[in-house]
C-alpha cells in the first residue's frame, strides 16, 4: 500500500483509567471514521505520569487495556499502536511497554521501553523511572498494511543506534509514544524527532498526551508526524485532538535515493 492514512490520538490523561479508555474509544471511532488504518496513542496513557502510581496501574498482556484495544482494533478492522502503559510481568516486573494489535484484534507486537527516563535538571524536571520500571531489551519492528514500521518509546528517540537498528530491521516509518516536558520539550522535542526521521530517511510518528496544567508530570504534547525529508507535517500543538496524516512510500523512496546513505548506516 503505497498511500497510508494514520492517525494521531493526542489524548488528555487522567486519574481515572476507564475515562481514559472512554476517552480513547472516542477519539479510534472517529479516526475509523475518518479512514484511518492504523492509529496511535500516547505514552502512559492509561495513567498519571508518576512512578508513585504505575504499580497500581500496571496491567499484563490480557488485562483490561488489552482486551479494550484488541477489541476496538477488531471492531473497527484498524492496526492500532496502544501508546504505552505499566505492563507487570509474571515476576512482578514492570515495564513501559507498547501494546500492538492488528486490523483482526490479534497482538501483532510489544515494545519495552529500552532506555528508561532518568533526568535531573537544575531547577527543571525531575523523574527517574528506573525506581520502578524495568528495561527492556530489545529494538522493536513489525509488519502489517505493507508497511514495516520500528516502534520506540519517548526517552528511547535520544539514541540514534536504536533508531537505525529498526531501519536495519527494514523500517518505513518510526513510531514513537513519547511524553516530553516543559524541559525538554521546547530544547529537544522536535528537533530529536526530526533528526531520527533523517538519519531513518523513514515517516516518524510521535504521540503524546494532551497538555494538562492542573497538577503532576506535564506533557509538552505537540504530537507529530514528520516526513522522510525531516519536515514537520503536524504539529498538535497542545490541545486534545484527533489528526489523520497520509504518508507515502514514494517519499521514502525519493529521499533515500537522492541522498543514498543506506551504505553508511548499515
Ligand atoms: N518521557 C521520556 O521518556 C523522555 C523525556 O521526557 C525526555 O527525554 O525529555
Known sequence: MDKLQVALLQLPVVADKDENLTKAALGLREAAGKGARLVVLPEMWTTPYDTAVFADY???????TATFLSNMARELEMVIVGGSIPEKDKAGRIYNTAFVFDAQGEPLAYHRKKHLFDIDIAGGQYFRESDVLTPGEESTTFETLGWTFGLGICFDV???DQALDMVRQGADCLIYPAAFNPSTGPLHWELL????AMDAQSWLLACAPARQTDGGYVSWAHSLVVNPWGTVEHDLGTGAQVRIASLYKESIETVRAQIPIRGIQA
Open 58 to 64: 500496571a496491567e499484563g498482556r490480557t488485562g483490561k
Open 158 to 160: 535520544r539514541f540514534p
Open 193 to 196: 524527532m526530526r533528526a531520527r
